[in-house]
């Protein structure tokens, strides 16, 4: 059997609530302690900073780690979802694809072994970020992978914003402050945990073929997170 044709079938075909059970059955609760104990739910979007918030939020940079959307929550426990403060976290997306490319690319070595499967397809197929973006274009497999996915996804049901308070990687250590302040949390500080390479800044990755299909595939986060694309090329 092709060693991709499992991927294909869990992420393709298999209905969300079914995967639901799945999840559950392999990672337990979607709410940790760490949840319990600070009336709380971090929604973490893959690529936002996430290692960094759940130790400077939770103390505990495991915490937070399933990128599970806000509906997984909401079926395993409606009522302790709806009572907690929930909060996410976003990226501009043009930097979030770039950053989400070079983690694919070169996984470190404590990813899942699905995600290491994911890295060796995507290595064979393509040889830089352009063939990256080309090869994303055109597989719906690849679309559906956890760190390519819309991050309203995440938090928007039909237009509605189902967290109470969404961040910006952008203002990280401001944003987590804000959030620290809502759950009476004290001497909060955001480790820099997992933090990328010093790398140019997102444009210099860009053709206009890759701009455009950010623009496209990301629509709507662009639009309810006010973002767009800013060339720096000439800066660098």
Partial sequence: MNKYKLWYYYDLILPDVVKHKIRLSRHGSHFPQAYKDTNSVYIHIPKTAGTSIASAIYKDKGVGHG???YYEFLREDEGLYNSSFKFAFVRDPWDRLVSAYYHLSSPPSWVADRTKLVSEYINA???DFSEFVRLL??????????HMEPQSKFVLHEGEV???FIGRFENLEEDVIKVAKALNLNDVKVP?????KDRAHYSIFYDQYAIDFVRDFYAQDIDVFEYDYIDQKGCE
């Fill in 125 to 127: 197929r393509a040889d």
């Fill in 67 to 69: 990128h599970y959307p």
């Fill in 162 to 164: 189902m967290v109470d």
């Fill in 137 to 146: 274009s055109v597989d719906k497999r690849m679309q559906r992978w956890v």
């Fill in 192 to 196: 820099h945990v997992n933090k990328s």
